[in-house]
């Protein structure tokens, strides 16, 4: 497997660089992966929906579907590609430090 580093740490990464160690995850992790993809700032929109998909990953082994994510995290598909410029599955899931998801975020 992979490894990158994010936060001055090493992390195992699959091949789309997310993360494949979820119990090592910090804030600081979703600060790296926001700089990679040109985001300064996380602002509290960001962090709803950053912890939003890691509580659910932690009682559920899996992302949820898109629909669900917009339902309880009260933002539709459009902020949500505002917040993550590269969409609620590869930025929104890399910044949580969840493994790539298999459905449809």
Known sequence: MA??????????????????????WTEDVARAYA???????????????INYLRNY???????PMIRRLI???GF???KLYEL???G???SACKWAGIP???GCV
Not at 7 to 19: L, P, S
């Open 3 to 24: 490894q990158m580093e994010l936060a001055g740490e090493m992390y195992e990464v699959d091949e789309n660089g997310f993360m494949q160690e979820t119990s090592r």
């Open 35 to 49: 700089a990679l993809e040109d985001v300064n700032e996380i602002t509290e929109d960001h962090w709803t929906v």
């Open 57 to 63: 990953y932690l009682q559920n082994g899996m992302c």
């Open 71 to 73: 339902k309880e995290s």
């Open 76 to 78: 539709n598909l459009s």
């Open 84 to 86: 993550f410029p590269n």
């Open 88 to 90: 609620p599955a590869q």
């Open 100 to 102: 790539k998801p298999t």
